[in-house]
Structure formats: C-alpha cells, structure tokens
C-alpha cells in the first residue's frame, strides 16, 4: 500500500520530466523550422546571378552560411528528439501537440490566410485582395453577426480601397494593381 506522500513524490517527479519533454519538444519544432527555412534560403541563394570577375559567384557566401545553419539545426533536432526519449514523455506528445494546435487554430488559420493572400495579390491586385483579406480576417476574429459583417465590410474598404486611393493621390505611388486588372 501505497501512502499520500509518495503518490505527491511520484507525481512531482513526472511533472519536471513532462515539462522537460515540453520544453525540448517546442525546441525540437523551431529547429525543424529554422532548418527548412535554411534550406530554402540556400537553394535560393544558389539563385543569385555571378559576375565575371568572381569565381564563386554572389550567393556562394550566403548559400555556405545557411547550408551551415541547415546542418546545425538537423543536429540539434536528433539532440532534443533524444532528450524527449530519455525523459520518456514521448507517447503522450502526440495528444499535447494536437490539444496545443487545437487551442491556436484560429493563429494557424490567420497565418494561412495571409500565406493565401500574398500569393493571390499579384494576380488580384491590392484592392482586391486586401478586401477579401480583411473582411476575412475580421469575421474570424469578431464572429458572424449582422453587425459586425457590416463593420468588417467598412472597414476592409476603408483599408484596402482608401489605402489604395491615398498612395496614389497624395503619395503618387501605385499599389500592385494585379493581372486581373491590368490593361
């Protein structure tokens, strides 16, 4: 038989590893962020156009450093992903990270959204594309009801068509008018 106390010392123990699993857990993500988007940035440094007077050309520095950093942040992710083992949090992990997605959907649909938006605004142009967004956005945020559609409907024209106005009136400069628009 078991006593009060050792129940609370057994799970007081398992309390700092879950944590630990947590912590090393959100680390483990931000490396397998940072990584892929070192990948990226150095194939797109590959990109950059040489000269001719040098050898390697503009993006060989930049294309070396984030290769680098694309290494440092894969072996990092093996570190913690052993961490998170040796803790042996890493069944319940699974269910934390989709209760921890669940709680912030509505961050990870904004971020969506927005991903959505600056591919559509070169196509759709500012106006266009920035009404769809705020209007969007605002209804995600506030909730649909008749009241607030109307101010989200007021508001995303103020932003996105009395923006557009403004910059081309009294600034002189043209917001991306997009291919739908162009003529």
Not at 15 to 37: D, M, Q
Not at 57 to 79: D, H, N
Not at 113 to 125: D, I, R, S, T
């Amino acid at each position: 038989m078991t006593s009060g106390s050792e129940k609370s010392a057994a799970a007081g123990a398992l309390a700092p590893a879950a944590s630990r699993a947590r912590t090393e857990f959100a680390r483990l993500v931000s490396y397998v962020v940072f990584g892929l988007g070192s990948v990226y940035l150095s194939m797109r440094a590959g990109e950059l156009p040489t000269s001719r007077w040098e050898p390697l050309g503009a993006g060989s520095f930049p294309q070396l450093v984030f290769a680098v950093l694309a290494g440092l942040c894969l072996i990092s992710a093996i570190r913690a992903v052993m961490d998170i083992r040796k803790a042996g949090q890493l069944d319940g992990l699974a269910a934390a990270l989709c209760g921890w997605v669940k709680v912030r959907r509505i961050s990870f649909a904004l971020f969506g959204l927005l991903v959505a938006y600056l591919a559509v605004l070169p196509f759709a142009g500012f106006s266009l594309a920035t009404f769809v967004f705020l209007l969007i956005t605002q209804l995600m945020i506030a909730g649909i009801s008749k009241k607030t559609f109307i101010q989200s409907v007021v508001a995303a024209l103020i932003f996105s068509v009395g923006l557009n106005l403004l910059f081309a009136e009294v600034f002189n400069v043209f917001l991306p008018r997009g291919v739908l628009f162009a003529g």
